[in-house]
Nanobody
Framework: QVQLVESGGGLVQPGGSLRLSCAAS????????MGWYRQAPGKQRELVAS???????NYGDSMKGRFTISGDNAKNTVYLQMNSLNSEDTAVYYC???????????WGQGTQVTVSS
């Protein structure tokens, strides 16, 4: 089994920054990608950012230039630095891990990010 432990969410003012962390443990051999998704009330879950074990990154359109994803393969941990936050970034942020052999996808429990003055 795979465990994903997320941290770093909270309340931040518009224009502020937050850093999320997600640490993976358990049966985590053959990881191919880790990333973050978010879901706001009444909206579908959407990609925030992802990173492969090789370091290739992918971002959702509204996050480009504001968010940066990075990873520490030795610690099986990914980080999401979020800058210039606005109210539209308010959502529950979920960590995701994809692995192969067998192919499967795992989700963390989510961490709330609220951007409000």
């Amino acid at each position: 089994q795979v465990q994903l432990v997320e941290s770093g969410g909270g309340l931040v003012q518009p224009g502020g920054s937050l850093r999320l962390s997600c640490a993976a443990s358990g049966s985590i051999s053959n990881i191919i990608r880790m990333g973050w998704y978010r879901q706001a009330p009444g909206k579908q879950r959407e990609l925030v950012a992802s990173i492969t074990r090789g370091g290739s990154t992918n971002y959702g359109d509204s996050m480009k230039g504001r968010f940066t994803i990075s990873g520490d393969n030795a610690k099986n941990t990914v980080y999401l630095q979020m800058n210039s936050l606005n109210s539209e970034d308010t959502a529950v942020y979920y960590c995701n891990l994809e692995k192969i052999l067998p192919r499967n996808s795992y989700w963390g429990q989510g961490t709330q990010v609220t951007v409000s003055s």
